[in-house]
């Protein structure tokens, strides 16, 4: 399993992948959005958005927090179609992740449900790097460290919250290196 794979290095050739999904529990709820960010030598190359249908009605809860709702996906690409294009998009790439065990877990327990090759990725969870390297925030949650750095994306969607991630990776490796 990918968990176990933690990247100990700070990198320059990586992906920031989120995802937004309907509910907490990998095993019984869905993707509704994959979105990455490919970066070599740490510049932008490469852009992985799209919305994914969902077997059953994404939750309202969950409509009010991300915006995804059901008439955005009724039209969108299943999870069986999506996830290998996604897959081929990370290469052998470290992952970036806010929170990191979260969306591995919703890849993983799909992988395991279409029967596809597990990954190798290593992954760095931004939520580590900015407990050891972000002082005076009350809590590490992407929003808060988002309001911290007075960063203007926007929020729980897949593609922005992957532009605040990356500014907090980016600002941590900074830091690891001025320690070290």
């Given at each position: 399993?990918?968990?176990?794979?933690?990247?100990?290095?700070?990198?320059?050739?990586?992906?920031?992948?989120?995802?937004?999904?309907?509910?907490?529990?990998?095993?019984?709820?869905?993707?509704?959005?994959?979105?990455?960010?490919?970066?070599?030598?740490?510049?932008?190359?490469?852009?992985?958005?799209?919305?994914?249908k969902p077997a059953r009605s994404?939750?309202?809860?969950?409509?009010?927090?991300?915006?995804?709702?059901n008439e955005m996906v009724k039209?969108?690409?299943?999870?069986?179609?999506?996830?290998?294009?996604?897959?081929?998009?990370?290469?052998?790439?470290?992952?970036?992740?806010?929170?990191?065990?979260?969306?591995?877990?919703?890849?993983?327990?799909?992988?395991?449900?279409?029967?596809?090759?597990?990954?190798?990725?290593?992954?760095?969870?931004?939520?580590?790097?900015?407990?050891?390297?972000?002082?005076?925030?009350?809590?590490?949650?992407?929003?808060?460290?988002?309001?911290?750095?007075?960063?203007?994306?926007?929020?729980?969607?897949?593609?922005?919250?992957?532009?605040?991630?990356?500014?907090?990776?980016?600002?941590?490796?900074?830091?690891?290196?001025?320690?070290?």
């Amino acid at each position: 399993m990918i968990k176990s794979k933690r990247e100990k290095e700070l990198v320059n050739d990586y992906v920031v992948f989120d995802l937004e999904t309907t509910g907490f529990d990998a095993i019984n709820d869905e993707i509704i959005e994959i979105g990455a960010l490919k970066y070599k030598n740490n510049e932008l190359v490469e852009e992985f958005s799209v919305l994914v249908k969902p077997a059953r009605s994404i939750p309202r809860t969950i409509t009010d927090i991300t915006g995804i709702n059901n008439e955005m996906v009724k039209d969108a690409k299943n999870i069986q179609e999506v996830l290998p294009k996604f897959l081929e998009f990370i290469e052998t790439l470290p992952l970036v992740a806010h929170n990191s065990s979260f969306d591995i877990s919703f890849i993983e327990e799909n992988i395991k449900k279409l029967n596809l090759k597990e990954m190798v990725n290593t992954n760095i969870d931004t939520v580590w790097l900015a407990r050891k390297y972000i002082l005076g925030v009350d809590n590490c949650k992407l929003e808060t460290l988002k309001k911290h750095f007075n960063l203007d994306y926007g929020s729980h969607r897949s593609v922005e919250d992957c532009l605040t991630t990356n500014y907090v990776y980016q600002y941590c490796k900074e830091q690891a290196l001025v320690k070290n």
